[in-house]
């Protein structure tokens, strides 16, 4: 055998051994250990504080006058010759609210007034005379006339009977004609009132006091019952009443409660409820507890925490 062919065995060997070896099984790399991640880093905590909690409610009052008065013309088909005051107005007793256009009746008026002159006139000429007696009539009759023609006048405007705030008032133009009946203005009398809702009338008490807001400021009355409604006749400083009003109540009070924020209360597998904490070993656990108002995100616990104590809140 020649160095040729010794070379070319050795290569074939070597190539051998290499092959053999990437068929053996590889020595195992070691494993890293599992570490069980921190509870504090896991979880989001809060501790329970002490405070105090209370549930409110809030009530609307509405504006109701002592009593009403609408307003209509009797007259149908007269077109309308102005509105004289708006819903908010003050008005005072007798003032003119809306007038029909009148020119139709005012010459007549004007017609009644020449025959009563010309009544007149001949009662006075025929005065002694046997004459006397037929011309007086005459004139008596152009004066009933007068009078009627007149008074028909008046149903050409709506004159408030009393003073007293405008609390509707239709829109109208010249261009419409009246119907009778219909209502154009509405006016409240006497003292203002505000009502209490039906639903939220049973968490009042007539007789006592309570605080009313109206426009941001405050106002102390007392309720009473009517109908089955509650009232309130607070002394108003403005000349419009406000239209709504409101009225605060404490419908519970914990003062000195202990606190936790109510996201870290939750439902346990018996329904009741639970909070949970990190106990000794990191984990969490569930604690049973009781718990009392929520008001504004915050749960009060009546048992099973102690102030300071670490929870879990998300």
Do not use: H
Not at 84 to 111: F, M, P, Q, T, Y
Not at 176 to 182: A, F, I, L
């Amino acid at each position: 055998m020649n160095l040729k062919q010794v070379s070319k065995w050795f290569l074939l060997i070597c190539s051998l051994l290499f092959t053999l070896s990437a068929c053996l099984p590889a020595e195992d790399a070691p494993v890293a250990v599992p570490v069980k991640a921190s509870g504090a880093a896991a979880y989001n905590l809060g501790a329970v504080t002490r405070g105090t909690l209370v549930q409110t409610k809030r009530v609307t009052v509405d504006y109701r006058p002592l009593s009403e008065n609408n307003y209509s013309f009797t007259l149908d088909g007269i077109f309308y010759d102005g509105i004289s005051a708006a819903a908010g107005d003050i008005v005072e007793e007798g003032e003119v609210l809306a007038r029909l256009d009148k020119s139709a009746v005012n010459g007549r008026v004007a017609n009644a007034e020449f025959d009563l002159r010309l009544a007149q006139a001949a009662a006075d000429m025929y005065a002694g005379t046997d004459s006397a007696e037929a011309s007086r009539k005459r004139r008596n009759l152009a004066q009933e006339k007068l009078d009627a023609v007149r008074s028909e006048a008046e149903l050409y405007e709506l004159r408030a009977v009393s003073g007293g705030l405008v609390t509707f008032a239709k829109s109208v133009t010249p261009q419409k004609v009246s119907r009778k009946g219909e209502i154009i203005f509405t006016v409240a009398n006497g003292e203002p009132q505000y009502r209490v809702g039906s639903a939220d009338s049973g968490y009042f008490t007539a007789g006592e006091s309570y605080t009313l807001n109206l426009d941001g400021s405050e106002y102390t009355a007392i309720a009473r019952e009517e109908g089955g409604a509650i009232y309130f006749t607070p002394e108003l400083d403005v000349e419009t009443p406000p239209a709504r009003g409101s009225i605060v109540l404490t419908l519970e009070r914990s003062d000195n409660a202990l606190i936790v924020p109510g996201k870290a209360v939750k439902r346990g597998s018996d329904g009741g409820d639970v909070v949970y904490v990190l106990n000794s070993a990191g984990l969490r656990e569930a604690i049973t507890v009781e718990t009392g108002l929520t008001v504004g995100g915050n749960t009060e616990i009546k048992n099973g925490l102690n102030e300071g104590d670490e929870i879990i809140v998300g």
